[in-house]
């Protein structure tokens, strides 16, 4: 595309994130005009991040209920994820230190930002910060399991890194940000 104007902005839900219809003008290079309707939902950008130690060769994960999955062919609804979640007001460092405290209990202090996506490029305008850190038994401050008054129920679970290898490869680990971030320690070779 050459130029794109955006016409018009529908708001179709306004609940708890926002559903855009958006209708524009797409200008192409031959200098065809087509105007066209896509939905975009909104849920702000995020921030995800996975923790290391490199003595014990493990990484933290969490392990949460999932509705999208649950009524999209995951039995248990139960999903293993790295520790994350959206930006509110902060900006993706402050966001990812915090989340990292309430949902998996440790408290981290270098914190490496490895790089940024968007996840689903076609329907969903998050953009998506990944994060590492080491962690090491005496950065553990609390029990973590995220937010009560959220009804957040987040388990934390301790793992062989070479085991997570696999669980990707067995389908115990379904999770995009997770596997991109895993296949990145692999690479990186910092467990090695
Ligand atoms: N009442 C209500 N609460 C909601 C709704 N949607 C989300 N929440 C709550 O809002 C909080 C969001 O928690 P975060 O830790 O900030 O986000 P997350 O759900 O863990 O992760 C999100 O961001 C990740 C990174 O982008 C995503 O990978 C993940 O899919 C998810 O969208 C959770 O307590 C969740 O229950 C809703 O429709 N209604
Ligand atoms: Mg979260």
Redesign the pocket.
């Known amino acids: 595309m050459n130029k794109i104007k955006i016409l018009k902005k529908d708001i179709l839900s306004n ?3 926002t559903l855009y219809k958006l209708t524009f003008e797409a200008t192409k290079n031959d200098g065809e005009v087509s105007i066209i309707t896509r939905e975009a939902y909104d ?1 702000g ?4 991040i996975l923790l290391y130690n490199m003595d014990k060769k493990t990484v933290i994960l969490t392990r ?1 209920f ?1 509705i ?1 999955t649950y009524v999209n062919g995951n039995e248990s609804g139960m999903l293993i ?1 790295c ?4 930006l ?1 007001k902060d900006n993706a460092e402050d966001c990812i230190r915090r ?1 990292t405290e ?2 998996t209990g440790y408290q981290v202090s270098n914190i490496k930002k490895v790089f940024e996506a968007y ?1 689903s490029p076609g329907s969903v305008t ?1 953009l ?1 910060y990944f994060f590492i850190a080491e962690y090491t038994s005496d950065m553990k401050v609390s029990d973590g399991g ?2 009560d008054h ?3 129920d987040i388990e934390v679970l301790e793992l062989p890194f070479t085991q997570t290898m696999q669980m990707i490869n067995t389908g115990e680990i379904k ?3 997770t596997i991109m971030l895993l296949q990145h320690l692999q690479i990186s070779n910092l467990l090695s």
């Open positions: 609940n708890w994130y849920r950008n995020g921030a995800t949460q999932r999208p994820e520790c994350g979640g959206l509110d989340e309430e949902e996840m998050e998506l995220g937010l959220e009804h957040e999770d995009g940000k």
